[in-house]
């Protein structure tokens, strides 16, 4: 099967080190013949071009895996190659989540499959694992540790007690988090990631936007040292909820005591769980970024491609997003307490409270009216 690789970056290259040195039979029927570049500075293989139209306008490739990363001109390319019959791999959150939709639909219409299992969980692998759950039972929530960057951010925080920017600068470095972090360390991957996993899970769409969605750039030393000494680990969770007309779905900090498997999920590992009736709590840890982990797994869904593994399930629907029935107690630092003290059960420290079991959206009102940039809030696992 010959293959159009848009981007060759850190995934693109990744899946061609993978494909070209394979010695697996199967793989080596999988043949790159085609790389989408920038610039000049990037033709360093004979693939390589800069006209996307000898990708998109060859009847010869049947397949095209799109690594670029963005929303444009990625999605308008991985329009383009369904509406010409290829078969569409991406490891694009931002936007897949953006326009899972419609590409499901133009892909259903032309008569060829989308897949993403590099665009959530990377090499874990999630989405199919959601797959296969899904053929014998539903999925009723998931919930977990969908960023590598930031666990390895929180991770360096609780093993040297240091503070955030040492340890983001750190991340950079070592290649895990981009020169610019936003989307990783303010949650916005975890909300694509989120939103791509309800999609699998529970067979919805869902606008991403909806999602509310707290980061970690405001955590301090000071926070994860009173979870230290209260048995807890500090992670950046994902979590969705199956409801009857709606979906619950949420990005934020949570508190999760020191005998849960998460704890123990270090540096830029990805874990995270599915719940079902008959298979209970499902936990999956593995590298969810990266060049070869996310190359893998797009190289796995060319394979099925090729195999012609069909693994979709039917278009899903839209759903809203309704956090009401999402009440706990949480975890506030800030320096105006006196706009927290009707739900203050407890100070948890010199600068720190926490709450009476509240609602999240009565804490997210009292975030976005308490004036303090430098604000911090976790949720408390029991």
């Known amino acids: 099967m010959k293959i159009g690789l848009l981007g060759h970056g850190v995934v693109g290259s990744g899946v061609t080190a993978i494909t070209d040195s394979c010695a697996g039979k199967k793989v080596r029927r999988l043949e790159v013949t085609r790389i989408l570049v920038k610039d000049e500075s990037e033709m360093t293989d004979p693939r390589c071009t800069m006209n996307v139209e000898e990708i998109l ?19 308008t390319f991985v329009r383009r190659a369904l509406e010409n019959g290829k078969h569409v791999v991406t490891s694009n959150k931002k936007m ?24 959530c969980g990377g090499g874990i692998p999630w989405i199919s694992n959601l797959t296969r759950i899904r053929r014998l039972e539903p999925i009723s929530s998931f919930c977990g540790i969908f960023n590598g960057t930031t666990n390895y951010i929180l991770s360096r925080m609780t093993l040297t007690e240091s503070e955030f920017a040492q340890n983001l600068a750190e991340a950079q470095k070592l290649g895990y988090a981009e020169k610019n972090p936003t989307d990783d360390i303010d949650g916005y991957d975890v909300r694509y990631k989120t939103a791509i996993t309800a999609m699998r899970a529970f067979g919805v769409i869902v606008d991403s936007s909806e999602i ?10 000071e926070d994860i040292r009173w979870a230290k000494e209260n048995g807890y680990a500090l992670k950046l969770f994902g979590s969705g909820t199956n409801l009857p007309d709606a979906v619950s779905l949420w990005v934020m900090p949570v508190f999760v005591g020191s005998k849960d498997v998460f704890a123990h999920i ?4 990805n874990a995270v769980q599915s719940v079902s009736k008959d ?8 590298q969810g970024a990266g060049s070869l982990p996310t190359a893998h797994a797009v190289v796995q869904d060319l394979l099925d491609i090729y195999q012609n ?9 839209s759903r809203h997003v309704c956090n009401d029935g999402v009440k706990a107690q949480f975890y506030v630092r800030t320096a105006a307490p006196e706009k927290f003290a009707e739900f203050k059960a407890s100070d948890a420290g010199a600068h720190a409270l ?16 308490c004036g303090d940039e430098t604000v911090f809030a976790a949720m408390v696992t029991e």
């Open 212 to 221: 509310p969605t707290l980061g970690i750039s405001a955590v301090t030393a």
């Open 354 to 369: 926490l709450t009476k079991t509240i609602s999240l959206s009565e804490l997210l009102a009292a975030l976005k009216g």
């Open 96 to 119: 897949f989540a953006a326009y899972c939709g419609e590409l499901f639909e133009l892909a259903k219409e032309n008569g060829v499959s989308i897949r993403y299992e590099a665009s």
């Open 279 to 286: 298979l209970g709590r499902a936990i999956f840890v593995g």
């Open 266 to 269: 270090s540096d830029n590992f």
């Open 309 to 317: 593994q069909d693994s979709d399930m039917p278009a899903p629907g």
């Open 57 to 75: 306008s060859d009847p010869d490739i049947e397949a095209v895996a799109e690594c670029m990363g963005g929303l444009e001109p990625a999605h």
